[in-house]
């Protein structure tokens, strides 16, 4: 079991030729082995449309206690979260941890809000944006509903997978469709960690500058899932809204790993305090 790390950690310094135009990625906070980043939403943005300005490859992770959890047992995992351009703080202990560790700037970065965010924002520049993800027909619904809330917006495509292992043909295909699309953000929608080991997977594969893993926006913003009031996402009770809702799929997610998160988090503070961020495999 790894640590909490209690301050920050920052990635290596680029070359001094190099940083003017190649944003610097954000510090981290170790929670747990997974380096959660010290952004708010406004500055997730911000990084994301460097990274299409500069036309970086990178991938993100929205990342609360259930990706961080699930790192615990899968070490691929684990590195994949810590090799993200970005892991933001999707759930409100990954934000009082980051504020625990010194920055009172951090903010939750939750994956329907970074959605609409740079959809309306984006409008403006030009921003594509590829919907890949979701059940059947989902993608196109989803598309429809923020070009509806927001006219103007940019689609590039979208494309609902099959609930089945791709073969190399099919996924080759797709990688063409994305790439002739000429989208500048791959929203994926897979659900944890599926999505991570896509992102990861395809990433120098998919020429698009950022790929999003957001799971259940999909079906929040098409319109087939209700989110949790404000006051419940804002308090950390997002969680108890949607074991109500949907206790039959999420009853072992949440009344298993939250207490088992709280628990390795004490156990941790009787370890190693300083562990190093683990990024190689």
Same mark, same amino acid.
């Given at each position: ?12 310094? +680029? ?15 170790? @929670? ?6 010290? *952004? ?9 449309? $460097? /990274?299409? #300005? ?13 990706? *961080? ?25 990954? =934000? /009082?941890?980051? &504020?625990?560790?010194?920055? #009172?700037?951090?903010?939750? =970065? ?7 965010? +740079? ?35 940019? =689609? ?7 609930? $089945? ?10 990688? #063409? ?8 953000? *791959?929203? *994926? ?8 080991? /896509?992102? #990861?997977?395809? !990433? ?9 893993? @957001? ?9 087939? &899932?209700?989110?949790?009031?404000? /006051? ?9 809204? $949607? ?6 799929? +999420?009853?072992?997610?949440? !009344? &298993? ?11 941790? &503070?009787?370890?190693?305090? $300083? ?7």
């Amino acid at each position: 079991m790894t640590a909490l790390l209690t301050d920050f950690e920052q990635s290596d310094a +680029l070359p001094a030729s190099s940083a003017a135009q190649i944003p610097l990625p954000p510090a981290r906070c170790n @929670v747990l082995g997974v380096g959660i980043s010290a *952004v708010n939403l406004d500055s997730a943005a911000e990084l994301i449309n $460097r /990274w299409i #300005s500069t036309r970086q490859n990178q991938y993100v992770c929205i990342t609360g206690v259930h990706g *961080v959890m699930e790192s615990q047992s899968d070490p691929i995992l684990r590195q994949i979260h810590n090799k993200a351009g970005m892991v933001t703080p999707d759930g409100m202990p990954m =934000v /009082w941890l980051n &504020k625990m560790a010194g920055n #009172s700037n951090v903010g939750r =970065v939750y994956g329907p809000d970074l959605m609409l965010k +740079l959809c309306r924002e984006g409008r403006e520049r030009g921003i594509r944006h590829y919907f890949y993800g979701g059940a059947q027909g989902v993608a196109s619904l989803l598309a429809a509903s923020l070009q509806s809330r927001f006219p103007g917006l940019n =689609v590039a495509g979208t494309y609902c997978p099959p609930f $089945r292992t791709m073969t190399d043909a099919e996924d080759a295909q797709v990688i #063409s469709q994305i790439n002739s699309a000429n989208a500048d953000i *791959v929203w *994926v929608g897979l659900s944890t960690p599926k999505q991570e080991f /896509w992102m #990861s997977s395809h !990433l120098g594969r998919i020429n698009a500058p950022v790929m999003i893993g @957001v799971g259940a926006a999909f079906d929040f913003h098409a319109g087939l &899932k209700r989110q949790a009031p404000a /006051w419940m996402r804002k308090s950390g009770l997002e969680w108890l809204y $949607r074991l109500c809702t949907e206790p039959r799929r +999420l009853w072992k997610r949440y !009344l &298993k790993n939250n207490p088992l998160f709280v628990i390795y988090l004490l156990l941790s &503070k009787l370890r190693i305090r $300083r562990p190093a961020l683990e990024t190689s495999p």
